[in-house]
């Protein structure tokens, strides 16, 4: 099971409408493929999605770490040598979800290597998850007709609003246009992207409390140091940590800090590996964990849904697993699917996905 080649391909794949958020917005998705090749012909695939205003990654840097850094340093060694594997590449600061792909297409590997689904080999909990979809940026009565969609089509019933980027009173007239239109009976919650200061967002919680509000997501800066733990100590719900907690150390330092009582592991940033790690960890400080969404196309979000029906705890709550829904197309040979609310693993060993070819010579961008 020796590691003979790791190659990274970029490609890009258009969104049909684009995603609107506090630090940023999405049009195109310019990821890049990983692969793991092993020495019997075994192919290990993965996602790593650039976001340069979370993680100071790109695109061409994430190609060149994996290709000039990462790939030198781990060809020869073995697909169970995981832990060595994750001290090499840590070798290097930052580049998160270029380690994190390499270590999950490593798991792809090993999983079709010995031919078990890779749920099973992170935990086995459950094979299907409940799904939440991401809402970005529009006026009220377009995300709250958005949202009557997406319940229509899918079944989805769990709803992540985007807010932050506008003046409160617009964002409050947003969450409450969502309530009116999927009734009582839905789940909805904020991300803030950091995007409101401490005061900004106390005074939005307060407006929205008659609205059931599950949790709210980084609705202010971690950095803000004392006003973050001002806020999380008044707020009524659970408050979740997403990009100020991209470590096990960070998820250690912000929980005892005060500065958030829940986290959003990410499979895009933490891989299987540390991810593992986050979600015990959380479990041993009780810690309530979400599965989130880095805006993953089919590949990663198969990689988030494995890693969210394996345990326990991720499998608690709704995963945000729809997001690829507004792309264009994408590079898998069948596509995932969402029925009555839910998505459930495939049954192959690994991922149990596959590239179509044909797709991935069209988008690549290294032609």
């Known amino acids: 099971m020796k590691i003979t080649r790791v190659r990274a391909i970029p490609f890009a794949i258009p969104y049909r409408k684009p995603l609107h958020f506090a630090s940023g917005h999405i049009d195109v998705a310019d990821h890049v493929l990983v692969e793991v090749v092993t020495e019997d012909g075994i192919i290990g695939i993965a996602e790593a999605p650039p976001r340069p205003y979370t993680y100071g990654e790109t695109q061409a840097s994430i190609v060149a770490v994996i290709e000039t850094v990462f790939a030198p340093a781990i060809v020869g060694m073995s697909l169970l040598g995981r832990e060595q594997v994750r001290e090499k590449l ?43 979809h991401m809402l970005g940026f529009a006026d009220p009565a377009v995300m709250a007709d958005e949202a009557l969609r997406i319940t229509g089509e899918y079944g989805i019933t769990s709803f992540k609003i985007k807010v932050g980027r506008r003046p409160i009173d617009l964002d409050i007239a947003v969450c409450r246009a969502i309530r009116e239109a999927v009734g009582d009976g839905a789940e909805l919650y904020l991300d803030g992207n950091r995007g409101w200061t401490a ?11 008659d609205l059931g509000l599950s949790r709210v997501e980084e609705l202010c800066p971690a950095d803000d140091v004392l006003g973050r733990r001002w806020l999380v100590r008044q707020s009524p719900i659970p408050f979740v940590a997403d990009e100020s907690v991209p470590t096990p150390a960070d998820v250690t330092r912000e929980i005892l800090a005060g500065a958030a009582t829940a986290v959003s592991i990410k499979t895009a940033r933490t891989g299987f590996s540390d991810s593992l790690r986050v979600a015990h960890l959380a479990e041993g400080l009780g810690v309530e964990v979400v599965i989130g969404n880095q805006i993953d196309g089919q590949i990663g979000t198969a990689c988030s849904l494995a890693f969210g029906a394996s345990q326990r705890t991720t499998a608690h709550h709704a995963a945000e697993l729809s997001n690829y829904l507004d792309m264009s197309d994408d590079l898998l040979t069948e596509r995932l699917r969402i029925t009555d609310g839910k998505m459930s693993v495939r049954p192959g060993p690994g991922l149990g996905i596959a590239i179509d ?8 961008t290294d032609n």
């Open 90 to 132: 840590n070798r290097t600061v930052g580049n998160p979800t270029a380690k994190a792909a390499i270590d999950m297409a490593m798991w792809d590997a090993w999983g079709k290597t010995v031919d078990r689904p890779l749920h099973e080999l992170l935990g086995g909990y459950t094979d299907h998850l409940n799904v939440s």
């Open 199 to 209: 005061s900004e967002a106390a005074t939005a919680l307060r407006r929205m409390e």
């Open 357 to 364: 070819p044909a797709k991935l010579e069209h988008y690549r």
